[in-house]
Each structure stands twice: as C-alpha cells, then as structure tokens.
C-alpha cells in the first residue's frame, strides 16, 4: 500500500515556542492531504484539509492562525503549530488519499507533541 | 452532518471468544464504510472494509456486514487473540469526498 511519513516521531517543546510537523506521502502524489489531532483515549478529530498549492480548510472550532499549513508540493505538508500551550500537547496525525475520492487513507505514524 | 455512533466503547473479552463492534450512521449517501485498528501510539491501520453494493466481507478471522436500510454497519473478530487487543474504529465516507468521518473508538482487550 501507500505510504505516508510523518517527521518528527516526537517533540517536546517550550510552551510559546513553534514547532513545525511534517507529512510525506513517499510513493504517491496528493493532492490533498488531512490533520488529525487525537486526544487519549479519544477518537481522530479533523483538523483541516490540506491543498496543494492553494489554502488549507480548516474545520469549525480549529484556529487557523494557530495551525498554519502549508501544502508546498504533492508530496509534502506541513503543520505548524504556533505560540504552543501545554493544552496543545497531543497525537497529531496526517493522511493522504491514493486516488479518487472515496478511496483509501493512509496514515502517517504520528507525531506526538508535548508542551511544556 | 454525517454522524457515526459506535458501541461499545470499551469490550473486554477472552481469547478464543468473538467480539462484535456495531456503528449506525446518518448520511444516507454514505457508500464506504472502513474499519481501523490502532495500537496505543501508532497510527491507525485499515483492517477491512466494505462498500455500498456489498452486504457482507470477510478476511479471515475478521467479517464486516453493512445494514444499508437500518445505516449500521458491523465488525466481527473471531476466535480473538491477545494481539487482537486495541482500539478500533469505524468511519464512513460519502461519495466524492476524500474525508471519512469516525466513531468514537472502540477499546478491545482480549485476556489469554
């Protein structure tokens, strides 16, 4: 199947300071690519939808100018979480459709942020 | 909105026993309905999954039967291991859209 990377694996940060993910799809090219935030022991919440070459859509309640995504190629997005607070800390994951709408997603391993 | 329930939340069961997760949904467009396993921090993984035109798949061990008149849709592990336990999810997606959306989870523990 298709596969999606997601670097770093883990970051451990200021509270304040930035920090910027990154999602490859490695054999593929997508055109749209998916953030997740996942609390513990909860379910996978949208974050928004990443498009290459034009503005991400963010879901209701997701501030956009906290989370700056930027979809610079086909292969390659990447989530940036500014002025990060602890409540920020979470599992962070990206996806990436291979196809058509309607077709499989493909997660990236996560990233699992702490704020300190 | 689309909506996906999922019962139960938490199923604990004994090796060898089968489990049964069940999710209903709203969207009536709905035509995909996938199934993920997700160990605790790693990412979640496509285990089965069905589509709108098929009432029934099974892979093994694994079986998943969609309801399309009641909008439910059925996971059903056999003869269930330890490495069975995780937390699974379901999700559908509409026609057309990339974006699927996903039950609440549900977390298995089978006990050898």
């Known amino acids: 199947g298709a596969v999606v990377s997601q670097h770093p694996s883990w970051v451990i940060c200021k509270s304040g300071t930035s920090v910027k993910i990154e999602c490859r799809s490695l054999?593929?090219?997508?055109?749209?690519m998916f953030w997740y935030r996942q609390f513990p022991k909860q379910s996978l919440m949208l974050m928004a939808t990443?498009?290459?070459?034009?503005?991400?859509?963010?879901e209701q309640g997701v501030e956009k100018d906290k989370f700056l995504i930027n979809h610079a190629s086909l292969t390659l997005s990447t989530l940036t979480v500014t002025s990060a607070h602890p409540e920020d800390s979470s599992f962070y994951i990206c996806?990436?459709?291979?196809?058509?709408?309607?077709?499989?997603?493909?997660f990236g391993p996560g990233t699992r942020l702490t704020v300190l | 909105g689309e909506n996906v329930e999922q019962h139960p939340s938490t199923l604990s069961v004994q090796e060898g026993d089968s489990a049964v997760i069940k999710c209903t949904y709203s969207?009536?467009?709905?035509?995909?309905f996938p199934w993920y396993k997700q160990e605790l921090g790693k990412r979640p993984q496509l285990i089965i999954d069905?589509?709108?035109?098929?009432g029934e798949k099974k892979d093994q061990r694994i079986a998943v039967t969609l309801n399309k008149t009641a909008k439910h849709f059925s996971l059903h592990i056999t003869e269930t291991q330890p490495e069975d336990s995780a937390v699974y999810f379901c999700?559908?997606?509409?026609?057309?859209?990339?974006?699927?959306?996903f039950g609440r989870g549900t977390s298995l523990i089978v006990h050898p």
């Open positions: 996806s990436a459709g291979a196809g058509g709408p309607g077709n499989e997603q493909f």
């Open positions: 054999d593929f090219q997508a055109t749209t």
């Open positions: 990443s498009n290459e070459g034009s503005k991400a859509t963010y």
């Open positions: 969207d009536s467009a709905s035509n995909y």
């Open positions: 069905i589509r709108s035109n098929v």
């Open positions: 999700a559908q997606k509409s026609g057309g859209s990339y974006i699927p959306t």
